[in-house]
């Protein structure tokens, strides 16, 4: 994601009621997410960092408060036998009906596993185009 496209994205983002958003991020936040869960990625290192993470079209993206309840949770239920099958996916939230969703870290596609109708299904081809579809879209 290029700078100005991050500009407008997290003016976007600042135009949004507070309600709808959390703070953003400090990097001690985020390194001590990524000591004990790995690294975040990079595009959504920036939105955490310069956004918080909240509202995002009909998503709610969580902030660095709630990210580390997150990865503990999606972990333990992949463990459970009928869990999450969702693999190489950094879970960024969780949607309207309980589904993870997440940055596919290999190919940087957002996807989501759907609990009701099984499978796992492309949100985005991208972070970029996912926050530009939830930010941009209704401009």
């Given at each position: 994601?290029?700078?100005s496209?991050?500009?407008?994205l997290?003016?976007?983002f600042?135009?949004l009621?507070d309600?709808?958003k959390?703070a953003?991020?400090?990097e001690?936040?985020l390194k001590?997410?990524?000591?004990?869960f790995g690294?975040?990625?990079d595009?959504?290192?920036?939105?955490l960092?310069?956004?918080?993470?909240?509202t995002i079209?009909s998503?709610?993206?969580?902030g660095?408060?709630?990210?580390?309840?997150?990865?503990r949770r999606f972990?333990?239920?992949?463990e459970r036998?009928?869990?999450?099958?969702?693999?190489?996916v950094?879970v960024?939230?969780w949607?309207?009906?309980?589904?993870?969703?997440?940055?596919e870290?290999?190919?940087?596609?957002?996807?989501?596993?759907?609990?009701n109708?099984?499978g796992?299904?492309e949100l985005?081809?991208s972070?970029?185009a996912f926050?530009e579809?939830?930010?941009?879209?209704n401009r």
């Open positions: 994601m290029n700078d496209k991050r500009d407008q997290a003016d976007a600042a135009a009621p309600g709808c959390h953003s991020a400090t001690g936040q001590a997410f990524e000591s004990t690294p975040i990625p595009d959504f290192r920036w939105f960092l310069q956004c918080g993470g909240g079209g998503e709610w993206v969580d660095i408060d709630e990210l580390p309840e997150t990865h972990r333990a239920e992949c036998e009928a869990g999450w099958t969702m693999a190489g950094f960024i939230g949607d309207g009906g309980g589904n993870p969703f997440g940055i870290t290999p190919t940087g596609k957002v996807l989501v596993e759907d609990h109708f099984g796992i299904h985005a081809p972070f970029e926050l579809r939830g930010l941009l879209s």
